[in-house]
């Protein structure tokens, strides 16, 4: 590889994370204005190549700027910017290692964070259950920013897109910044849905059946614009 063709590599990878950074801080403040997390909690990370861009830790989102850049290498070693990582990072780069994630959205959205703290899965009362590749699972409660909450999150993730954290929030993960932040507005939604129907006295929910989100697994791999 000559010089310049080094050159050249160097100058479109430092594109792509220019655009990664600017799409991601746009996620993360969306997921403020949209009511998933408050002040500083929550984080998003990207993977662009090698390195995992990610919300830094403790800064306000609508504060941060194309300086304030902050990545690290699937090793964890900060690759990028000077600000602190976010305190979420083992969980990031364990779902970066054990899947073909490109994106991770972490929050604490108010009706997914209740039902973490009623029942060990979130019952299937829609069909974007698949989606996320069935019934949601929670995961064992674990120190923020632990490897035992890694690792928890592994396991509730298994074969799934996302799951719940009990008494802490969410994690969901896709091939883009706008896959994983949608699977995180469904995963709301059907957690308050789930709240809504179960908190009327005298009736219980009905869920579909195993046989039902097959069938909708099959119908969604056709689902949207094609060509």
């Known amino acids: 590889m000559t010089y310049s063709r080094v050159g050249a590599v160097g100058a479109a990878e430092e594109r792509d994370r220019e655009a990664a950074w600017e799409a991601l801080v746009a996620t993360a403040r969306r997921t403020v204005a949209d009511g998933l997390v408050v002040g500083t909690s929550g984080n998003v990370s990207v993977r662009v190549r090698d390195t995992v861009l990610v919300t830094p830790s403790g800064v306000p989102y609508d504060r941060l700027a194309p300086a304030d850049a902050t990545g690290v290498d699937l090793d964890g070693r900060q690759v990028l910017g000077t600000l602190v990582p976010t305190s979420e990072l083992p969980m990031h780069l364990a779902v970066y290692r054990a899947t073909d994630a490109r994106a991770v959205v972490h929050t604490h959205a108010v009706h997914a964070t209740a039902v973490s703290l009623l029942v060990p899965e979130l019952p299937p009362v829609h069909y974007m259950t698949a989606a996320l590749g069935g ?61 809504t129907a179960s908190s009327v006295p005298g009736r219980t929910p009905s869920l579909l059946t195993d046989d039902q989100l097959t069938e909708v697994t099959e119908r969604l791999r056709g689902y949207g614009q094609r060509g």
Do not use: F, K
């Not at 994690?171 to 883009?176: A, L, P, R, V, W």
């Not at 896959?179 to 995180?184: I, L, N, S, V, W």
């Open 135 to 195: 019934p949601v699972r929670v995961a064992p409660y674990a120190a923020y920013g632990t490897d035992e909450l890694a690792r928890h999150m592994l396991d509730a993730l298994t074969d799934r897109t996302g799951c719940l954290l009990r008494n802490h929030g969410t994690i969901t993960y896709g091939t883009s910044l706008d896959q994983a932040y949608d699977r995180t507005a469904q995963l709301e939604w059907m957690c308050h849905l789930w709240l």
